[in-house]
């Protein structure tokens, strides 16, 4: 399995919804990252989680909450979301952030907030 | 502060007429420079990984060069099925960072 997995691949919801969106991967992967991506921009870097940890939160607003309950598995639980938050959600891993090999992105979320 | 300038933001060409997109950089210390093809709606998909200046990378139609401050995909006789935005990111020493640029939009018409 090479692929990482993401779900739902759209999702429409209010700005007082709470939704979650998921991520996977079996490659035995050790990071992971959330990127959000504008239309016509390029990704931009949320989160990085390595061996289970957060590493990294670029200063993201606290409706947004990671989890990653195990090495396999990375959430992305969605709160109080303003309309300028619809974007394509990118999960994304690599064999550790130690090393430089190209991460493998996954298909992304459609997020549109209403 | 590190950057990824590309260029140019959107390329129209003939099928079979070759070209190269840029990507210039300034980073503190390059751990790798990589190359992505993303199709609208998709995430990106992994093309190359440069690390060193003088490396060259081919893929098909695809050929990545990389020196000190920039590089070069080079595209030979593209196929409107190479259509898609090509993204260069790079990765400093010492973070876990990739830094994208803005993309370039590539258009391959029969």
């Known amino acids: 399995d090479t692929e990482v997995t993401q779900t739902p691949k759209h999702l429409v919801m209010g700005m007082t919804n709470k939704k979650s969106l998921k991520c996977e991967q079996h490659m035995g992967h050790r990071a992971m990252y959330w990127y959000k991506q504008k239309a016509k921009k390029p990704p931009e870097l949320m989160f990085v989680y390595s061996y289970e940890k957060l590493s990294i939160n670029e200063s993201v607003p606290s409706r947004f909450s990671p989890e990653c309950p195990n090495s396999s598995l990375l959430n992305l639980h969605l709160h109080a979301l303003q309309p300028e938050d619809s974007a394509l959600y990118l999960c994304a891993s690599s064999e550790g952030t130690a090393w430089n090999y190209g991460y493998t992105f996954g298909s992304g979320t459609r997020l549109t907030v209403v | 502060e590190d950057q990824v300038t590309q260029s140019p933001e959107a390329l129209r060409l003939q099928e079979g007429e070759s070209s190269s997109l840029n990507c210039s950089y300034t980073v503190s210390g390059l751990r790798g420079l990589f190359w992505y093809r993303q199709d609208p709606g998709k995430g990106p998909e992994f093309l190359f990984t440069?690390?060193?200046a003088g490396e060259e990378k081919e893929k098909e139609r695809l050929k990545a060069t990389l020196t000190k401050k920039e590089s070069f995909l080079h595209i030979t006789a593209p196929k409107p099925e190479d259509s898609a935005t090509y993204l260069c990111?790079?990765?400093?020493?010492?973070?876990?960072?990739?830094?994208f640029g803005t993309g370039t939009r590539l258009q391959v018409f029969p």
């Open positions: 440069l690390y060193s």
């Open positions: 990111a790079v990765q400093a020493r010492n973070t876990d960072k990739l830094i």
